[in-house]
């Protein structure tokens, strides 16, 4: 989930137009490989596993709560062998990731790229630390910060057997400006740039740990929130709209694809609003 997760409809069609087309450069680059992406079945996570199949990876949707989506999002991806497949991937449930590894190493076999997409926030007001129970810290700790350190823990080994394994963290520029939907939500996202950094380190050169750090994406949370709000942020980005969770996909495939001897970074994908 990135500075919350999810821009209107007005904005839509000016951002698709903007945005190329899935894997219009790394069209079937990923071809043979399996990737996993926790959160898979939310706006922005369904997003990256689309790029990804366009790409011709094979898939793992990775799930919490919602398999019935999954594994639609499963569905509609274009074929790919081994076949794409939805997975239960509860971030905070450390045993059941060691499980899933063991599964998928039985079955596809092999796991080149892991992405990190499980998110969770929840607005409270900076200056409302009363407001901003242990029920909730404990939560957002959990999944945004401890999660993808779990995931990576359990995933690493299959990562590794190939010498070119990648984890894209999904991040959010309020790790950097301290801007978002609450204090502990900024926290933890900062604690992912950290963490990017030292398994980037830990890991190389055997796997590559990256990150992308979005603002407000327009998935179905954002464009179900206030208009005025809304409109607020659009006015506070440069690029005066927000960021299409397709363009975050393609952030995450140019990583994955392109930018293949970078590791250790937090790629901005704003539009510009960390410079507001």
């Not at 959010?172 to 963490?195: E, P, R």
Request: proline share 4%; glycine share 10%; with cysteine.
């Amino acid at each position: 989930m990135s500075e919350i997760e999810d821009v209107s409809a007005a904005t839509a069609t000016a951002a698709a137009a903007a945005a190329p087309a899935p894997a219009s450069v790394a069209a079937k680059a990923l071809s043979g490989r399996v990737a996993l992406v926790t959160g898979g079945a939310g706006g922005l996570g369904s997003a990256i596993c689309r790029a990804l199949a366009a790409a011709g990876a094979s898939v793992l949707v990775g799930y919490r709560g919602d398999a019935a989506a999954a594994q639609a999002i499963a569905a509609s991806l274009p074929a790919a062998t081994p076949p794409h497949a939805a997975v239960m991937a509860a971030v905070t449930d450390s045993a059941a990731l060691a499980a899933l590894a063991q599964d998928i190493a039985a079955q596809p076999g092999r796991l080149d790229i892991l992405v990190n997409c499980a998110g969770t926030t929840g607005f409270v007001a900076h200056a409302d630390l009363d407001g901003l129970d242990d029920a909730l810290i404990d939560r957002i700790l959990a999944v945004n910060l401890r999660g993808p350190f779990a995931a990576v823990r359990a995933m690493h080994p299959l990562l590794a057997r190939e010498g070119r394994g990648l984890v894209v963290n999904v991040s959010s520029i309020a790790g950097s400006t301290a801007n978002g939907s609450n204090i502990m939500y900024c926290a933890s996202k900062a604690g992912v740039d950290n963490l990017t950094k030292s398994l980037a380190r830990a890991l190389a050169p055997a796997i590559r740990v990256v990150a992308v750090a979005p603002g407000l994406v327009d998935t179905d949370f954002v464009q179900g929130l206030d208009a005025g709000w809304h409109d607020a942020q659009v006015q506070r980005t440069p690029m005066q709209r927000l960021a299409m969770p397709d363009e975050v996909a393609q952030a995450v495939l140019a990583l994955a694809t392109q930018l293949t001897f970078s590791t250790g970074i937090v790629l901005a994908v704003d539009g510009g609003r960390s410079l507001a």
